[in-house]
């Protein structure tokens, strides 16, 4: 089956950018989608497709996809954007499957 | 408003059944995939079932085949989740979730979009004895 590869951290400045990545051979085929937890809370999507932002997130976010890879950017970071961020796309099956992945605890300092 | 809700969630021993289930308002039920995704007590996010709008297609994380079914009822807007031998690694918080799509033409030519919103708040899931 598919995996998708994130780094478990990252910490940023107040006002800095925020970089995540996602990896995986499936990332070849289809598009991620990316979603942002907040403890206690369900995830909400913030980002699909090729650079495709969902009504009411701002645009200091921004997604792009090259190979094997994802990766969503967060400018001038916020306090707000806190959490735990995971990339999801469609397995290599073919098929309707999808897999997550592992996930990135964002800091903001 | 675009509203999921979970329920049937409980603790339950090894080898027991539940049923989850999701209503759905707000929306056309019956246009959209609906998915299934878990996570375990402070786990990352796991896909487990989706269903196709009328039910015809049916896909599963492969350690849930033959144990999970999906299911749908399109005239009462909701989804279930039949959960049969259930183990101790099933424990998790269960979020249904829509899946809208969309169909996208650029200079690289066609691409699909697919994303989950939005997801319901949840229902707990315990297997222990």
């Known amino acids: 089956s598919s995996e998708l590869t994130q780094d478990p951290a990252v910490s940023v400045a107040l006002g800095q950018t925020i970089r995540i990545t996602c990896r995986g051979d499936?990332?070849?085929?289809?598009?991620a989608s990316w979603y942002r937890q907040k403890p206690g809370q369900a995830p909400v999507v913030v980002m699909s497709?090729?650079?495709n932002r969902p009504a009411g997130i701002p645009d200091r976010f921004s997604g792009s996809n090259s190979g094997d890879t994802a990766s969503l950017t967060v400018t001038a970071a916020q306090a707000e954007d806190e959490g735990d961020y995971y990339c999801?796309?469609?397995?290599?099956?073919?098929?309707?499957?999808?897999?997550f992945g592992s996930g990135t605890t964002v800091t903001v300092l | 408003e675009v509203q999921l809700v979970e329920s049937g969630g409980a603790l339950v021993q090894p080898g027991g059944s539940l049923r989850l289930s999701c209503a759905a308002s707000?929306?056309?039920?019956?246009?959209?995939?609906m998915n299934w995704v878990r996570q375990a007590p402070g786990k990352g996010l796991e896909w487990v079932a989706n269903?196709?709008?009328?039910?015809?297609?049916?896909y599963y994380m492969d350690s849930v085949k033959g144990r999970f079914t999906i299911s749908r009822d399109n005239a009462n807007e909701s989804v279930y989740l039949q959960i049969n031998s259930l183990r101790v690694e099933d424990t998790a918080v269960y979020y249904c979730?829509?899946?809208?799509?969309?169909?996208?033409?650029?200079?690289?030519?066609?691409?699909?979009?697919?994303?989950?919103?939005?997801w319901g708040p949840g229902t707990l899931v315990t297997v222990s004895s």
């Open positions: 497709g090729k650079n």
């Open positions: 707000g929306f056309s039920f019956s246009k959209y995939w």
């Open positions: 999801c796309s469609r397995d290599n099956s073919g098929s309707h499957v999808y897999v």
């Open positions: 979730a829509r899946e809208p799509s969309m169909s996208y033409y650029d200079r690289s030519g066609h691409y699909m979009d697919y994303w989950f919103d939005p």
């Open positions: 269903i196709k709008e009328d039910g015809s297609e049916r």
């Open positions: 499936s990332l070849r085929n289809s598009y």
